[in-house]
């Protein structure tokens, strides 16, 4: 079991300079990535996203890609000389026609820079990915490490709450016979009240007994009692899964279900205040559900 948060770090370190990269995972329903990367690295962001997404499958990634020493020289100056020339020609003539004295200055071309031209210089990816790779793959190997280490704190919380939910699924169990047959005498009582308050001699027994087993059946939670502990079985088994969190989260959805239609039917003050607890149980499971990848 693997949590969502968690924090690495890894670091390069070459003759003149140092890379390092800071990985840190925090809840999501889906796997988000943000990348922070100095521009000498933003040929490599695709690469970078798909590198993380053979590890990581849900959580926010948050990757931030620092360097310290030498400098990277990453740009050149290029001077469009066509340019430069027809900005001195128009220059001079505009000095000639307003009638400026004083003579035109290398000062005064620095004033217009649209001839001067910033190129980047193009690395080559594989370069630049070898001095990449090796601070990225440890940092998310050390987060992954992180969010494994927190997932067994986790996992263990879950088992406690699963043992108690367990425990009161094992006393609605044990009450289950005694809920129903008292269910079935109130059933009987009520019935031969109405016969003895309308008078009735004579009914149809078809009838009677059609809507005897209709009411039996109404008031009977064996069926959502069996499939609450098919449920918890399956939870038990996903958690030892990789990538769970989507499957208990939808496991705790169909066992509140399951124990809120089940404490409907039972119609017992008994039941309910174990329902209650166990509808409590659910809410902690997921909650803690929320943090596991």
């Known amino acids: 079991m693997e949590s969502m948060t968690g924090f690495g770090k890894g670091i390069f370190q070459l003759e003149n300079y140092t890379i390092t990269v800071y990985a840190k995972s925090l809840n999501s329903k889906y796997l988000d990535i943000s990348l922070k990367l100095p521009k000498r690295y933003t040929f490599l962001e695709e690469r970078i996203r798909k590198f993380i997404s053979q590890e990581f ?18 740009k050149k100056i290029l001077v469009d000389k066509d340019l ?3 900005l001195k020609t128009a220059l001079t003539r505009l000095k000639f026609e307003l009638g400026f004295e004083e003579p035109l200055t290398f000062s005064d071309f620095l004033k217009f820079r649209d001839y001067l031209i910033l190129e980047e210089k193009e690395e080559e990816l594989d370069k630049l990915w070898e001095e990449i790779c ?28 699963l043992k108690e939910l367990k425990d009161r699924v094992s ?16 059933t009987k009582e009520r019935l031969d009240k109405i016969f003895k308050e309308l008078n009735l001699r004579e009914i149809d027994e078809n009838r009677f007994y059609q809507e005897l087993v ?3 059946d109404k008031i009977d939670f ?23 969190g989507k499957k208990l989260d939808f ?22 205040l174990i329902a209650v607890e166990i509808k409590d149980l659910i809410e902690k499971l997921r909650e803690q559900i929320q943090n596991i990848a």
């Open 57 to 74: 499958k849900r959580g926010k990634i948050e990757i931030q890609i620092k360097y310290t020493g030498g400098e990277f020289s990453q």
């Open 84 to 86: 430069a020339r027809e």
């Open 134 to 161: 090796p601070p990225l793959s440890k940092a998310l190997e050390e987060l992954k490490e992180s969010r494994l280490k927190e997932g067994e704190i986790l996992k263990n919380l879950l088992k406690i709450y």
């Open 171 to 186: 006393k609605i169990e044990n009450l289950k016979e005694k809920i129903i047959k008292d269910a079935k005498n109130k």
């Open 214 to 216: 209709y009411l039996l």
């Open 222 to 244: 064996t069926e959502e009692l069996d499939r609450l502990k098919t449920h918890i079985s399956h939870f038990e088994l996903t958690m030892e899964e990789r990538d769970c």
């Open 251 to 272: 496991l705790c959805q169909e066992m509140f279900r399951e124990i809120n239609t089940l404490s409907n039917k039972a119609q017992s003050s008994e039941i309910s």
